[in-house]
């Protein structure tokens, strides 16, 4: 069964930069659109990033000019990375992917924690 395994998170201070990496756990066929979306705390699940094979990307307007998505397309992996993080950016990221086994499907990253300090 694909797992979609993220790494990277962590504390950082207001201000500092984090690199999160997110790839399939075995050999896949193909992969679509990734992306990585964020939940906080009482809040419910959004966008922050996304990337179609064909390289056009997608941005949460919170995070434009501070956070940039980009893929490997060989290894199937996606990046995000994180600059001028603030504390409004802690929450869970999940990864996200459009992958295709044996057909096209939707799978999701176990999450991985990001926190900001002020």
């Known amino acids: 069964q694909v797992q979609l395994v993220e790494s990277g998170g962590g504390l950082v201070q207001a201000g500092g930069s984090l690199r999160l990496s997110c790839a399939p756990s075995?050999?896949?066929?193909?992969?679509?659109?990734m992306g990585w979306y964020r939940q906080a705390p009482g809040k419910q699940r959004d966008l922050v990033a996304t990337?179609?094979?064909?390289?056009?990307?997608n941005y949460a307007d919170s995070v434009k000019g501070r956070f940039t998505i980009s893929r490997d397309n060989a290894n199937k992996t996606v990046y995000l990375q994180m600059n001028s993080l603030n504390p409004e950016d802690t929450a869970v990221y999940y990864c996200?992917?459009?992958?295709?086994?044996?057909?096209?499907?939707?799978?999701w990253g176990q999450g991985t924690q990001v926190t900001v300090s002020s």
């Open positions: 075995t050999s896949i066929f193909g992969v679509g659109t």
């Open positions: 996200y992917g459009r992958i295709y086994v044996s057909s096209w499907n939707e799978y």
């Open positions: 990337m179609r094979s064909t390289g056009i990307t």
